[in-house]
């Protein structure tokens, strides 16, 4: 069903800070014009971008509540229209009298989003840097954030304008020799259209590879540990938490139920589940935490195999391996104070000690490996899979454009559809339906 855009110019209001209790709470309203609002709620029109501290007033005249009054005249506000917000006590009673007043005095209740949407209709944010807000707010590190606010200032876009500008020269560069067919191949040669195919190419691949990085950070990775009972799983998961987050006990089978905690390494998200050891048992409760397992399996990034160090990968564990599913596995001989031996890892193997601690950071080191991770330091902006998918799909019709250089009609249209793919994630080109998706998972008041 396709979600319908709500009115453009409907005078919105909302609560902007988050429910609860608070020292100070905000209702923002934006409309073409707020002076009846202002006049309704203050008794006048604020200065613009001065604090004015005045009494927030109910129909009768009466006092609702006192605070900060911010007035934000057209086009130099958030969302590029006039903007009033009221700074209050932050007690949801007195929020909602506020909100009350607001929709007396014409507004209607803002839909999930609609302020950063109205920004994006105005051209205050393009629709990269409106998700960046929800982004921003949503960080789960310090690392996220960060690149979410790189998204935000515009990194991200800028970026991708400077791919669109590059692919827009070379299609003009493309198409203006179509007129000429006898000589067409030796103009592009001449002005070098090859070599600049090239670097867009080598540009995009940049932009890629910073892209992944940033939805590395804002989706994470799902990690799932499995193997035979009792070989460490639930202590593992515990010293990767950096608390008891499983029950531990010298009892096989202990673990009945799938156990989930997320945990952090160098600010990437990784969500790890703990699973009932896999073997064959006439226990209904515990087929049933196997078959969860599994279930939990088909779902993850990276399966960790935990064997036992003293006996290392049998029958019980190839058996294991062979039926899992086409994603990365890591194999973790646990234990190794028990067996004597010193932490290491090698290739996809890790051996470790989960009850002293012994090598588990040559886990977190592998497990950052194969997330893809790489020390991206200021470069990494925050980037979601819509993004991804249009940067892959600019990346195939630029390959597309090299095969058919001998072509040129064929040539210049590859150059559109990947000018085409990048111009989505600026939303320079984008459909009303992925507009109500996008912010219809926003916060109410942003």
């Known amino acids: 069903m ?8 409907d005078p919105i209001a ?6 609860g209790r608070g020292g100070v709470g905000v209702v923002r309203v934006s409309a073409p014009d707020v002076a009846d609002f202002a006049e309704g709620l203050l008794g006048r029109l ?23 009054a911010l007035y934000f005249a057209a086009p130099h506000s958030f969302t590029g229209e006039a903007v009033l917000e009221l700074q209050g006590h932050g007690g949801p009673v007195v929020l909602n009298l506020i909100l009350e007043r607001c929709r007396e005095l014409g507004a209607r209740l803002a839909e999930p989003g609609e302020f950063s949407r109205r920004a994006f209709m105005n051209g205050k944010l393009d629709l990269a840097q409106a998700e960046a807000v929800a982004d921003l707010i949503d960080a789960a590190s310090t690392e996220a954030a960060r690149s979410a606010v790189r998204s935000l200032s515009g990194a991200f876009s800028a970026r991708v304008h400077e791919l669109v500008e590059g692919l827009t020269r070379l299609r003009m560069l493309v198409e203006a020799t179509l007129d000429f067919p006898e000589e067409e191949i030796d103009f592009l040669k001449q002005a070098d259209a090859f070599g600049r195919l090239d670097a867009l190419d080598a540009r995009l691949a940049a932009v890629r590879a910073q892209a992944r990085q940033g939805a590395l950070l804002r989706e994470g990775l799902t990690v799932v540990l499995i193997g035979q009972p009792n070989v460490g799983k639930s202590s593992l998961l515990n010293q990767l938490a950096g608390f008891e987050a499983a029950i531990v006990t010298e009892i096989a089978g202990t673990t009945r139920d799938t156990v989930r905690e997320a945990i952090q390494i160098r600010g990437v998200p990784l969500h790890v589940i703990d699973t009932a050891g896999l073997r064959e048992t006439e226990d209904a409760v515990e087929r049933l935490g196997i078959a969860r397992t599994w279930a939990a399996v088909e779902k993850a990034d990276v399966a960790l195999l935990l064997v036992d160090a003293a006996h290392g990968v049998g029958a019980a564990e190839a058996a294991i391996l062979a039926r899992l599913p086409a994603i990365q596995r890591l194999t973790v001989h646990n234990k190794i104070d028990a067996a004597l031996e010193a932490p290491r890892a090698q290739g996809d193997e890790v051996w470790l000690s989960a009850r002293t601690g012994a090598g588990v950071d040559l886990l977190r080191e592998k497990l950052l490996e194969a997330a893809g991770w790489q020390a991206a330091g200021e470069g990494a902006f925050m980037a979601r899979t819509r993004h991804l998918d249009a940067l892959a799909r600019a990346a195939h019709h630029v390959a597309a454009a090299r095969a058919a250089a001998q072509q040129l009609e064929l040539f210049a249209e590859e150059l559109r559809l990947a000018q085409a793919a990048l111009a989505e994630i600026t939303g320079e080109f984008t459909a009303d339906d992925l507009l109500g998706e996008i912010f219809g998972s926003f916060c109410i008041g942003k």
């Open 14 to 19: 909302a609560i902007a800070t988050a429910p």
């Open 2 to 9: 396709t979600r319908r855009a709500p009115p453009a110019n």
């Open 46 to 68: 604020p200065a613009p971008r001065h604090a004015t501290y005045t009494g927030f007033l109910a129909s009768d005249g009466s006092v609702l509540d006192e605070g900060i």
